[in-house]
Nanobody
Framework: DVQLQASGGGLVQAGGSLRLSCAASGFTFGDYAIGWFRQAPGKEREWVSCMRSSGGSTGYADSVKGRFTISSDNAKNTVYLEMNSLKPEDTAVYYC?????????????????WGQGTLVTVSS
């Protein structure tokens, strides 16, 4: 049974940092498309970042470029989202996603597997 478990969310002051983790079970990363999305209260879900678990280029939404970094540790079957210089507008529930069919560029990727989300709250 494929599962993605996101964690690492919390309350942080503006300018602070958090690292989100997404642990996968039921499959091994191998060559998967991995993505992070977020959904703020009252807003639609938006794409944040993506990568290919086997390596290669990454993708970032303009709103997080230069502040967020996506990475993976395939030995741990875990993907990370390092978030720095956080802003109040980064407040949202963050979701990780994965798919065995890799699309390039990853910003156009669709995902079959989704985690349950972790809440990030940035106070001003």
């Amino acid at each position: 049974d494929v599962q993605l478990q996101a964690s690492g969310g919390g309350l942080v002051q503006a300018g602070g940092s958090l690292r989100l983790s997404c642990a996968a079970s039921g499959f091994t990363f191998g060559d998967y498309a991995i993505g992070w999305f977020r959904q703020a209260p009252g807003k639609e879900r938006e794409w944040v970042s993506c990568m290919r678990s086997s390596g290669g280029s990454t993708g970032y939404a303009d709103s997080v470029k230069g502040r967020f970094t996506i990475s993976s540790d395939n030995a741990k079957n875990t993907v990370y989202l390092e978030m720095n210089s956080l802003k109040p507008e980064d407040t949202a529930v963050y979701y990780c996603a994965a798919d065995p069919v890799v699309v390039t560029p990853c910003s156009l990727q669709a995902y079959d597997y989704w985690g349950q989300g972790t809440l990030v709250t940035v106070s001003s």
